[in-house]
């Protein structure tokens, strides 16, 4: 059987480029991978509001692509996480992911959470595909992966509270516990799977990254929701965890607040009353704070602030 081999159209090319150094960028400059991949996710999509079919056609994955014959095409399960069909899609996908994606990603740091985040967004094509082979209608969109990170959340963390769409009915933005809203998804996927709607979304893709979601999390973090409760008061060591009660010092971090917009950001987490969104903004402020000595920017870990070269050093 002949390998048929399709080469991307120049602005797909311009597109892969933008997903793959959107990401080696964010990852260099210790930016969060949430944000970093809400930006590749916005970019290509700006990019497809003039070539469409060019970026949809090259970068969608078709699971037809697993046959030997088109097999060259393969690279789309990656790409195809990245391309959204219109801009109600990409919308929807980005709103739970940022509120889901920042919160957990907090919780077990960068590299695992966007290796979780990847392999669910493949599994959950390659899930989809099962029931879809030699289909050429191109699948594309972040949602099997984001399904992945918010099973894999659930799984690790279940008591964790974040605000996010929530569909009741409609999509209504709540405080729920993590397992709850997981739960809530869950049953509504399986539902429209059962009954078979046709609603030109891949379901299927969105339960195959919410189990594999699971799954990943059961290997790589653990139920570490049970060990914080069980532990609660010792001196885990963890990536920025989420604190149980509001005991950030601001005196110390307002000693870093050099800028206007750095006092802002300050005052706005001081106000803030929801523990999950005052953290994104903390660790905003963090990513942006720089050494009074050298000028470098600094780290943070574990409730404590230094820079590299040990000229400063402090808690919040």
């Known amino acids: 059987m002949a390998i048929t081999l399709l080469i991307p159209s120049t602005v797909s090319l311009l597109a892969i480029a933008i997903m793959i150094v959107v990401l080696i960028v964010g990852y260099v400059r210790k930016l969060m991978m949430t944000y970093t991949l809400i ?47 219109g801009f109600l899609h990409i919308l929807g996908n980005m709103l739970v992911f940022f509120f889901i994606g920042a919160a957990f990603e907090q919780r077990i740091g960068p590299k695992k959470f966007l290796f979780i985040y990847l392999v669910t967004g493949v599994l959950g094509a390659l899930t989809f595909s099962v029931a879809n082979l030699g289909s050429l209608i191109p699948l594309v969109g972040a949602s099997g992966a984001i399904f992945g990170v918010l099973g894999a959340f659930a799984y690790s963390y279940p008591r964790d509270e974040v605000v ?91 000693e870093l607040a050099t800028t206007s917009q750095l006092k802002s950001m300050l005052e706005r987490i001081q106000k803030e009353t929801v523990l999950q969104v005052r953290n994104i903004w903390l660790d905003h402020f963090l990513e942006r704070v720089t050494c009074p000595v050298c000028g470098k920017p600094l780290r943070h870990l574990d409730r404590k602030i230094w820079c590299d070269d040990k000229h400063f050093q402090t808690d919040y």
């Open 39 to 85: 930006i590749a996710n916005f970019l290509v999509f700006a990019l497809s509001l003039f070539f469409s079919n060019e970026i949809i056609g090259d970068l969608g994955f078709c699971p037809a692509y697993l046959s030997p014959s088109l097999f060259p095409k393969i690279y789309t399960l990656f790409t195809s996480m990245f391309v959204h069909a």
């Open 164 to 254: 996010m769409p929530v569909p009741i009915g409609i999509m209504i933005i709540m405080r729920i516990k993590v397992i709850y809203a997981t739960i809530i998804f869950a049953v509504v996927e399986t539902v429209i799977v059962f009954l078979s709607v046709q609603d030109n979304t891949a379901h299927l893709a969105h339960f195959g990254g919410l189990v594999s979601g699971v799954i990943f999390a059961a290997l790589l973090v653990g139920k570490q929701g049970e060990k914080l409760k069980d532990n609660e008061g010792t001196s885990a060591y963890r990536y920025a965890p989420v604190p149980t009660s509001d005991e950030v010092n601001f005196q110390h971090l307002g």
